[in-house]
């Protein structure tokens, strides 16, 4: 999911939460108000905020896969094509003899799995970006310690600054706040 | 229970933020410099006049270099193994899992090398890839040396990469915690902007868990290749079927007892007493002592082995282990690996810092004594007689291992200093599941 651009008139309202139930909680209400553009900070990663954003994509297991794909045929392929090219006869063994190329097949499929999948994890994610608009919300480095934030984007098409703030506001976070855009090259 | 949250953060940040007792670190840290300049002394001299510094000779061309290869390689398994408790959904490796990952980047480093020197041109290692050149020609991917290359490359590359998005939530944790400006803008830039997410968290652990699924296979493969680097020679000695499990569990064994080494040491060093608590080396002691016994099998499947098929040459390879020119490598392996692990059986052993740092020392050692017997014992007395011939260590060889020990500690050393050594987000990810969320 793309994060707002600057066109919107706020990148979004913040709200903090103490607990990871409240924040899991607080999703699960946002979404039943008809929020669809919510995103949520937490220091470590909890299953059920998974489920309640509805979060159900599998494109980085596919991209290992590929990447396994990938670099077994690269392996296999190389060894083939090497030997191929430039043949060496000794004592009449075969050129093509798979089970000595099996070791370097297996280990470029694993080199490239797994290249593949965290290469793609960080394309997915949008990193590094090493600026972000909700690093200005206050207490915002709690996030990486023992606090849970909720953000409900600017682009949210019921979004509205006053309105949206009351209905955070009903969930009782601990503090709330409205990030503005900030200037960074995108 | 957020306050334990926010106090966990705070005991592992605190180490990189504002290093507790950074005296001991300097007197640490001086010493392996002064090893890794030893490292640099040995190797240049190596560059210099040749491999003929060297004790290798024919016979015996395989000496130090590849049993510290074999040892350094197998020293590494454990953290990979350790990181893939991960998918048995094992809370307790977090305490454990981030310093066993360094020790094997470290370790593998060290390992690399060990080839690349022993090459005779060093300098021409690069040859072992596949690069198109003037001369049109290509390795020889039947040869186990190429293989050697891929294998090595490979795991260097995954581990520092499972390692590296493994480290990124804390390092954005310590970017949060630094207060000057530089360690800010140092941690900022590693941390690659991680904010936390719960889509990049989510995206984060499918990526995780299947490169700790993938890296499983991965140990498995890499130290059977190194057992086939035997097996593929026509030795006496080399040529048995339970080589590559052998290889394999002598790896993690010797593995797990480095790490417990590191867990008394960075316990006591860093006063992480609640976060590697007793409980976490037992589980250490009891990975010894099982890897133990699957490694003391492999000893006992070998010799009956050779007993059983009754074959000349072979019969006369078990002999001279045992009682041949290097009889106290045979003897030491078993006496180092064995005699002391059996001490583990006890709970109470297990659980002492003391007790279970040297029986850890004792089967680090049995296990270096392993590998040199198993190349130097088999290749000093081949069919022919006019093949024998002794092999002995030269000072270089010695000084380059004793350098190697500091390119190992070194980096860790520097780890341990800046980096945080404990993965925080997991031990709160595991206290946040274990009180049922």
């Given at each position: 999911m793309r994060e707002p651009t600057p066109h919107t008139e706020a990148f979004g309202i913040v709200a903090e939460f103490d607990r990871a139930e409240a924040l899991v909680n607080a999703v699960h209400k946002s979404r039943d108000a008809g929020f669809r553009r919510i995103d949520a900070y937490t220091p470590f990663p909890i299953a059920e905020l998974t489920d309640a954003l509805d979060f159900t994509e599998n494109r980085v297991p596919w991209l290992t896969l590929a990447g396994g794909l990938f670099g077994a045929a690269l392996g296999y392929g190389m060894q083939v094509w090497t030997n191929l090219d430039y043949p060496i006869d000794i004592g009449g063994r075969?050129?093509?003899?798979p089970p000595a190329f099996m070791l370097i097949t297996f280990e470029l499929t694993v080199l490239f799995a797994v290249l593949f999948s965290i290469g793609g994890m960080l394309i997915l994610n949008h990193l590094p970006r090493l600026h972000h608009p909700i690093f200005s919300v206050d207490h915002f480095h709690l996030a990486s310690s023992d606090k849970f934030f909720l953000v409900i984007f600017?682009?949210?098409?019921?979004?509205?600054p006053d309105r949206t703030r009351a209905f955070l506001d009903g969930l009782q976070p601990v503090a709330i706040s409205l990030v503005e855009h900030t200037e960074e090259p995108e | 229970m957020t306050d334990r949250y926010a106090g966990i953060t705070e005991e592992i940040t605190r180490i990189p933020v504002a290093y507790p007792k950074p005296g001991a670190w300097w007197i640490c840290f001086g010493v392996a410099l002064c090893l890794l300049a030893l490292f640099l002394v040995s190797a240049g001299m190596l560059f210099w006049k040749g491999v003929g510094i060297w004790g290798n000779n024919i016979p015996v061309n395989w000496g130090l270099a590849i049993s510290n290869y074999v040892w350094f390689l197998g020293i590494g398994h454990a953290g990979t193994l350790i990181s893939a408790l991960l998918l048995l959904g094992q809370h307790w490796r977090n305490a454990l899992n981030r310093f066993a990952e360094a020790m094997t980047l470290f370790a593998v480093i060290c390992a690399g090398l060990y080839p690349i020197l022993h090459l005779g041109r060093p300098w021409r290692f690069y040859w072992m890839a596949p690069y198109p050149n003037v001369m049109n020609i290509w390795p020889q991917f039947k040869s186990p040396l190429a293989w050697d290359f891929f294998a090595v490359l490979t795991y260097l590359t995954v581990s520092v990469l499972f390692w590296y998005i493994g480290i990124v939530p804390d390092l954005a944790s310590t970017r949060d915690r630094a207060r000057k400006r530089l360690p800010q803008v140092l941690y900022g830039l590693f941390a690659l902007g991680w904010r936390g997410s719960a889509r990049h968290w989510a995206r984060w652990r499918q990526s995780y868990r299947l490169t700790a699924a993938i890296a499983v296979p991965l140990v498995v493969s890499v130290h059977s290749e190194i057992s086939l680097l035997f097996a593929a020679g026509p030795i006496p000695g080399w040529n048995s079927t339970v080589f590559p499990p052998y290889f394999v569990l002598g790896a993690a064994f010797s593995g797990f007892a480095v790490v417990a080494m590191i867990a008394v040491v960075l316990r006591h060093a860093l006063g992480l007493g609640d976060l590697v608590t007793p409980r976490h080396l037992d589980l250490l002691g009891k990975f010894t002592l099982a890897t133990g016994m699957m490694t003391a099998y492999g000893y006992w499947a070998e010799a009956f082995d050779v007993l059983y098929a009754g074959e000349d040459r072979e019969l006369a390879t078990l002999a001279d282990r045992a009682g041949g020119s290097y009889a106290w490598s045979y003897w030491g392996a078993i006496i180092a690996n064995f005699v002391p692990l059996q001490l583990l059986w006890v709970r109470r052993v297990r659980r002492h810092p003391v007790a279970l740092f040297l029986i850890a020392l004792s089967v680090t050692i049995g296990m270096w004594f392993e590998r040199y017997m198993l190349l130097v014992t088999a290749l000093y007395r081949d069919y022919l007689v006019s093949s024998w011939g002794e092999y002995h260590a030269s000072l270089w060889e010695w000084g380059l291992f004793a350098g190697m020990l500091g390119v190992f500690l070194v980096p860790f050393l520097l780890f341990v200093r800046f980096l945080p050594v404990i993965s925080s987000f997991e031990v709160k990810e595991a206290l946040f599941e274990e009180r049922g969320g």
């Open positions: 075969p050129l093509l003899a600017g682009d949210d098409d019921q979004f509205h | -």
